[in-house]
């Protein structure tokens, strides 16, 4: 089954690149919303991680809990500032929310240097959960009044599935503060809602009577006839078909432990036991699968990963028969005849860290479980069936407790043809909720996404490049540090140095000021300019330019002092507070980098991903580790020149010097228009005369040229053109 990205989808995921706005995706049983998380994380370029409201959901979407990630306490949250009231249950309030958290450094700076958290299964998501999230975020990120502490949030799930768990003593305690348990009651929800995107192309099913059908309980619109219809599939010999490769879709844990259990001792062979392998860190409540798995020949199993070999021979929910155990190995057989050889599969505890080379985050790997990916399948519970894909089953659904249990049953067969009841459905149905109808009802359509994309992107980028060029952080990181000096001389050996860091500092402070008259331009160019983008584009570049070396001579010079500080005893702390100083401001470095990157892509049209940030940061790394050596001072843009005079292509030297391509062609248009490089040599002739054709004296930025010309005209192009068309008019 392959996957293509709807249009919705890909506005969608536009959407979470170019805007910080919150995202609740949503869809159908078998839309792709697990694919379009995987596309995300692959495709974005922001800072993400995925968290899950409990283990199991947190390891099949290859992420962590919300727990772990954010130390979340257990049991209810009250959203203010009360004592806990003294009941037989475990409530937290903003009162004690703070009171026990032990964050390191290292933990405190992956938090406040996300851009997105990914929540899947969110229909698991309570209320006061995510409040406490918000909270939380707040606090940690040091951004009190900013919902979640100004981080992107994506929600991805299916409410009209299986609602949150709430005790009832806890629900006599929220109840006062929240319509309903569902996410979206959440006060932080409330002035900044999210939008609300419905993934409508169905992969699971093709039948449009199954799928129409499905839409009907989903939205629990079922008619009576919807209901007489399935009832004709009951069967009350249903039991005789479980050895032709139906599973039985239960309520409750008990009925299918107790069938699969049944029907394992009914078989007359060997039992053979395969042990998990656990190694490091990996707790009980995440465990995909059993400790031990028990097999016979001819048992009943079901796969729940798909291929890891990309073949397709099996997927999560396949139905096979065990053809041949040994304790070497498992071999299983399909319907159709296929046999395919079982290999153990590793999933991982995870937890994310900072990378202090490329300032992006990692995947630290805490702990596996290495076990064969299969479970008896006689049974299986509505509940754990979610995620997983039928030909056969048989449903008996007489116990259904919850609003959403018979929709997700009939939801995991891929067509009618395989369907059996081995109880009937009852008549009424599940009633939604009213604040449940309503959210419904909030669904943005494809057009609506397309309209507003442009000016929430024109507010994210004007928040974007504002926030990168404030150096007031790195600033106020510097003064601190120079007012450190406070010792006497003679009881510090790091007072010594007092002086030398006044005099550096002092060449360095007045760049905020020109970075203040720098946002004051951007602000300008975004109100004043209908076509911003291409303008704000080269401003950036040039203000990159600029602000960069000023950053690594301040950096090298930090490191050199501290070089030379090696063989010094007593300043360990001061050594320390260097390298913290140096780190800071190599951030700082890789975040200009990073808006360029983005600007430039956007005003193109592309996609930046991970891989382009990665690339860019081990550049920018590799020339923070070189050795020191005494300073060049061949001005950049002559480097360039001569690389390109070389033989070296613009995209070589981008590479080799750790800058983006738009960069170089600003160096090397220089010498167009001193004259002394032929802009043929740099662009197409055909495209040159094109360019210059939308040139002249009245012309007042290459912004405004860019804007006439379609994309496959870049903006190194347009800038080179111009160079070219001021040379020409010096020399006449």
């Known amino acids: 089954m392959t996957f293509e990205l709807s249009e919705i989808a890909k506005t969608t995921a536009n959407y979470i690149n170019t805007t910080d706005r919150h995202i609740f995706l949503t869809g159908k049983a078998g839309t792709g919303k ?4 995987k596309y995300i994380i692959n495709h974005s370029h922001k800072k993400a991680v995925v968290a899950a409201p409990t283990g199991i959901a947190a390891i099949n979407a290859e992420g962590v809990t919300l727990h772990s990630l954010l130390q979340l306490p257990f049991g209810a949250f009250i959203p203010e500032r009360i004592q806990p009231p ?3 249950a475990q409530i937290t309030t903003l009162f004690n929310l703070f009171s026990n958290l032990r964050f390191n450094a290292s933990k405190r700076n992956l938090i406040q240097e996300l851009e997105l958290l990914i929540i899947d299964e969110v229909s698991m998501l309570r209320a006061d959960l995510l409040d406490c999230i918000d909270h939380m975020l707040r606090y940690l990120r040091k951004r009190r009044n900013e919902p979640f502490g100004g981080l992107q949030m994506l929600f991805i799930g299916d409410l009209l599935q299986l609602p949150p768990v709430v005790k009832e003593n806890e629900w006599n305690i929220l109840s006062q503060y929240y319509a309903s348990s ?3 009651e959440a006060r932080a929800l409330k002035d900044n809602p999210p939008i609300h995107v419905e993934l409508d192309k169905i992969y699971r099913q093709s039948d449009e009577k199954f799928i129409n059908l499905l839409n009907r309980f989903r939205e629990n619109k079922q008619t009576q006839e919807d209901i007489a219809f399935l009832n004709t599939l009951y069967r009350p010999d249903s039991h005789a078909l479980a050895s032709d490769g139906y599973i039985h879709l239960t309520t409750h844990n008990r009925k299918a432990d107790d069938i699969n259990a049944k029907r394992l001792d009914e078989l007359d ?16 409540n995440m465990y995909p699968t059993g400790l031990k798995v028990d097999l016979k020949l001819n048992a009943q199993v079901m796969f729940i990963k798909n291929d890891p070999t990309g073949e397709a021979r099996f997927f999560n929910g396949r139905i096979g028969q065990v053809s041949k155990l040994s304790k070497q190995g498992i071999w299983v057989t399909f319907e159709d005849g296929n046999e395919v050889q079982v290999s153990e599969y590793k999933w991982e505890n995870k937890r994310y ?9 990692d995947e630290k790997i805490l702990g596996s479980f290495e076990q064969y990916p299969l479970k008896l399948a006689w049974a299986v519970t509505v509940h754990k069936s979610q995620g997983l894909t039928f030909e056969k089953a048989i449903l008996d659904l007489s116990g259904a407790f919850a609003q959403g249990q018979i929709y997700v049953a009939l939801s995991r067969l891929t067509s009618l043809d395989g369907l059996v009841f081995s109880s009937r459905i009852p008549n009424e149905g599940f009633d939604l909720s009213e604040s449940m109808k309503a959210f419904a009802d909030t669904k943005t359509s494809l057009n609506q996404l397309s309209e507003t994309l442009e000016s929430d992107q024109k507010n994210y980028l004007l928040k974007l490049c504002s926030g990168t060029f404030d150096f007031s952080g790195l600033m106020g990181a510097m003064k601190f540090h120079e007012q450190s000096f406070d010792k006497q001389e003679n009881r510090s050996l790091k007072q010594q140095y007092h002086e030398w860091t006044k005099t550096l500092f002092a060449a360095v402070y007045p760049i905020k000021e020109v970075s203040m008259n720098f946002v004051r331009q951007i602000n300008k160019i975004m109100h004043e300019e209908k076509s911003y ?13 600029y602000f960069t070396p000023i950053l690594k001579k301040l950096s090298d010079d930090l490191k050199q002092h501290d070089k030379g500080l090696k063989d010094k005893t007593k300043i360990k702390t001061y050594r320390k507070e260097l390298k913290e100083l140096e780190q800071s401001i190599f951030n700082k470095t890789l975040a200009l980098s990073r808006v360029n990157l983005l600007l430039e892509f956007t005003a193109e049209d592309k996609v930046l991903t991970k891989k382009d940030l990665e690339q860019t940061a081990l550049h920018k790394s590799r020339e923070k580790q070189k050795p020191i050596k005494n300073k060049d001072k061949t001005p950049t843009a002559e480097i360039s020149f001569k690389l390109f005079k070389d033989g070296k292509t613009i995209e070589e030297i981008a590479q080799e010097r750790g800058f983006v391509t738009g960069t170089i062609e600003a160096h090397l248009s220089q010498y167009v228009e001193l004259g002394e490089l032929d802009v043929f040599e740099l662009v197409d002739k055909q495209k040159m005369t094109n360019i210059l054709s939308l040139i002249d004296e009245n012309t007042t930025g290459s912004g405004e040229v860019k804007a ?4 496959e005209y870049t903006w190194g192009e347009v800038r080179l053109a111009m160079a070219h068309y001021r040379s020409t008019k010096t020399q006449k």
Do not use: C
Not at 353 to 361: A, D, G, P, Q, V
Not at 534 to 544: G, Q, T
């Open 34 to 37: 697990t694919t379009f998380l």
């Open 86 to 88: 003294d009941i037989n």
């Open 182 to 184: 569902y996410f979206f």
């Open 269 to 284: 062979s060997e039992i053979f036991s395969y042990p998990a392998n656990i190694e490091g860190d990996f707790p009980e």
């Open 353 to 361: 860290s900072l990378n202090k080379t490329t300032n992006e985050i």
């Open 533 to 545: 983008l291409p303008i704000l584009s080269e401003r950036v570049d040039k203000a990159v330019a």
């Open 708 to 711: 006439k010309l379609g994309d």
